[in-house]
């Protein structure tokens, strides 16, 4: 009997394992925030919106491009990659919220033109979730004068349960949202694109 069933348990000790070794590959990114979009004393901002805004796409500077978080918990870590693209996702983002608020974002007949570069875009999770984004902006003259260049940050941390996709969508969210707050917030940021146009 034991013989007969030793099969079958080796077939259930490789489902087992099979299960606890799946990994997050080319999942899609989600904009999942916790916090409120409007989370800004938007009184600073009127100087900005008498600028028409055109958000050229992002680019994704960081050496691994499709890693966007990695679970550290155990000693064989678990990454999380994906299958979108980073920039684009990033810059889609950027103008969505910028919209939120009430700027101008435009295709043609700027008088702003904003470039991010990506840094950094990433999750790391041990005891909690931990993000950080890092985003070298641009802004310029549609003639391709500086204006102003800075870094706009956030991080966040969050707890959830182990590996799951969903935290590390809020987590990366909230510090994209605090990252572009953050960006909005910068009085050297905005006294520049003021004086544009």
């Excluded at 007949?109 to 875009?121: P, R, Y």
Aim: glycine share 8%.
């Amino acid at each position: 009997m034991k013989i007969r069933r030793l099969p079958g348990i080796l077939a259930g000790i490789v489902f087992l394992s099979g299960c606890a070794a799946k990994l997050h590959e080319d999942i899609p990114l989600v904009w999942k925030p916790t916090n409120e979009v409007y989370d800004l004393n938007t009184a600073t901002l009127t100087g900005l919106y008498e600028q028409k805004i055109k958000v050229v796409p992002f680019v994704d500077a960081r050496e691994n491009r499709r890693e966007i978080a990695r679970n550290i918990e155990d000693k064989s870590p678990r990454p999380v990659t994906t299958k979108d693209d980073v920039g684009a996702w990033c810059t889609d983002r950027f103008a969505s919220i910028m919209r939120q608020f009430g700027f101008k974002v435009v295709d043609s007949g700027e008088t702003v033109v904003l470039k991010g570069e990506i840094l950094q875009f990433y999750v790391v999770e041990d005891s909690v979730y931990k993000a950080n984004v890092g985003i070298k902006v641009t802004a310029e003259t549609p003639a391709g004068a500086k204006l102003w260049q800075g870094m706009m940050s956030g991080s966040s941390r969050r707890f959830g349960r182990s590996y799951k996709p969903e935290n590390y969508y809020e987590t990366l969210s909230d510090a994209y949202l605090e990252a572009v707050h953050g960006l909005l917030k910068s009085e050297e940021f905005r006294k520049a694109v003021q004086k544009a146009g």
